[in-house]
């Protein structure tokens, strides 16, 4: 067997082996002699896009055209293309492509049937711009209301709730040969560090996990799901060294390939976060991962990190530090997924339209209006078309919506048109909030609307604050949650207080057809409200 791994490793060249144990990512939306480079010294198993690589649907297509051809050219596997296209917040590409929905949008519908929607028109969307890998579903259970990373990423605070929503995604989105990954393993809900920023401690023991963060990591490997993503988050208790979960032998080969009994490609979020960059050297890092059982390895833009990385694989490759076994298996269940998923064989069709469906809008529109939640309050029945709409928004809502439609002020004058006689619009910021707001409603009358929108209040108090001073100056008041439905416990002296679990065009649209109709939306809230937020 050792003489066997030895020729194999030889045979493979352990340059190309190390570099295949990597994806990696980069700057610039064309492809260029240094991204040629990048291929040529990294060598990776694949690339990921993010928003700074990305204009259009035609121009993303063209992008992966090139890197995938280039690739092939320079003799290295078919490249394994990802993205985060989760939906709502994480959602990198904002033209010509359909918005979808956060998942905690779709866990509000209350029915698993509209997470496959989504992810077929995901799926749809993803494969014809030569997309062959998405990082979702979002698996975690989001237990804790603190939590300033996961929150509307997820489908409900319920486990089976969310086992049931991942499946249908998993099985929908890979129908259409893109890999679903699930992520965080073994969970991100219950913290209160964003792993970004810090290392994340979860002091609970594994039956807890079991009972609740497992369980839809447990539904997504029954529904042969490509892959699944670790968490940068320590569970002393399952693992006393502290390490976070992406370097743990204990919680990677012990929890999820031993107990959960799962055998797919496993991926590590990435590598420039502090929980992992700020506490752990490089060589550490390879050596400590690839013996918990990480197949490939996430760098999202540091250059330089990809290229110490690799070298680092081949140092331990050679010396030893490192069981060869575990990366040549890392590298078969690459291949293994490359031919499930007929990347050897699949190719770009030439002439296909870059226009995706109105068909695919009128899908997930109808997903946005069956997860509208009406938490407290009533719908109101004034008079519009006599009525000033007033309206309040959060300038990080402004911005995120301004990616889809432009002038955010002109779209809702767009949506209002002929349904009201007047609309004004007021963005705000939560460090400069507005000094005296009433003055701005000096001319409100009794038939007027003001519409005030909140984004994750919680973590911003200062909306809060502006707010209550509103709320003083004005009747026919609606308080549009549009971020975590937790902060609804501070609102409720509202008329209305609509949860949408995030804000695309869509949901704004749906929103406003539900104010316009005066009924009460079908969505039900997919968490507890805590008082304690």
Same mark, same amino acid.
């Given at each position: ?275 992992? $960059? ?193 709320? $003083? ?61």
């Amino acid at each position: 067997m050792c003489y066997y791994v030895s020729v194999l490793v030889v045979y493979l060249k352990i340059d190309m082996l190390a570099g295949q144990m990597l994806m990696v990512g980069f700057d610039g939306c064309e492809f260029s002699s240094e991204h040629l480079e990048l291929l040529k010294e990294v060598k990776p198993s694949g690339i990921i896009l993010f928003g700074r690589n990305m204009v259009d649907s035609v121009q993303v297509r063209n992008l992966i055209s090139d890197f995938k051809r280039s690739a092939l050219s320079l003799g290295l596997p078919p490249l394994i293309v990802a993205v985060d296209y989760e939906g709502g917040v994480v959602f990198r590409i904002g033209k010509d492509v359909t918005p979808l929905p956060s998942a905690m949008a779709i866990g509000a519908t209350g029915n698993a049937k509209y997470a496959e929607i989504i992810a077929d028109v995901a799926g749809k969307e993803l494969r014809w711009m030569g997309f062959n890998m998405n990082l979702a579903p979002v698996a975690d259970v989001n237990s804790n209301p603190m939590n300033p990373i996961i929150g509307v990423r997820s489908f409900g605070d319920d486990p089976k709730l969310v086992a049931s929503f991942v499946k249908s995604y998993i099985s929908s989105l890979q129908s259409h040969m893109v890999m679903a990954v699930a992520k965080h393993f073994p969970g991100h809900g219950a913290t209160e560090v964003d792993s970004h920023l810090d290392l994340p401690v979860v002091n609970e023991d594994v039956d807890i996990l079991l009972r609740r963060e497992l369980i839809p990591f447990k539904a997504a490997i029954n529904s042969n799901v490509a892959a699944i993503m670790t968490a940068h988050v320590s569970f002393p208790k399952i693992d006393p060294s502290g390490l976070p979960a992406t370097l743990s032998k204990a919680i990677i080969n012990g929890l999820l390939r031993e107990m959960l009994g799962y055998d797919g490609l496993v991926v590590s979020d990435a590598l420039e976060m502090k929980a992992i $960059s700020d506490r752990f050297d490089v060589e550490e890092v390879v050596k400590c991962s690839v013996n918990a059982g990480v197949d490939l390895l996430l760098i999202s833009r540091d250059v330089d990190l990809m290229v110490n990385v690799k070298d680092c694989y081949v140092k331990v490759l050679k010396d030893g530090s490192v069981d060869k076994r575990h990366v040549l298996k890392s590298f078969q269940r690459l291949k293994n997924l490359r031919a499930k998923f007929y990347l050897y064989y699949s190719k770009l069709k030439a002439n296909v339209s870059s226009t995706f469906s109105n068909k695919h809008s009128c899908m997930v529109f109808n997903v946005c209006k069956r997860s509208l939640t009406l938490i407290s309050g009533s719908p109101l029945h004034i008079d519009f078309s006599a009525s000033k709409f007033f309206i309040f928004m959060p300038n990080r809502l402004k911005i995120f919506l301004s990616k889809f439609v432009g002038n955010v002020e002109k779209y809702f004058s767009k949506i209002l048109a002929g349904k009201v006689r007047a609309v004004r619009f007021l963005s705000y910021d939560d460090e400069h909030l507005i000094d005296d707001p009433c003055s701005y409603l000096i001319d409100i009358g009794k038939d007027d609307l003001t519409i005030f929108f909140l984004y994750n209040a919680i973590f911003n108090r200062g909306q809060l604050n502006l707010y209550r001073k509103i709320r $003083s100056c004005t009747s026919n008041l609606i308080a549009v949650v549009a971020g975590i439905p937790y902060d609804a416990v501070h609102v409720r002296d509202a008329d209305a207080v609509y949860a949408t679990y995030g804000l695309t065009p869509l949901q704004l649209k749906a929103l406003g057809w539900t104010v316009f109709k005066g009924i009460k939306p079908s969505g039900t809230l997919p968490v507890k409200l805590s008082l304690n937020v």
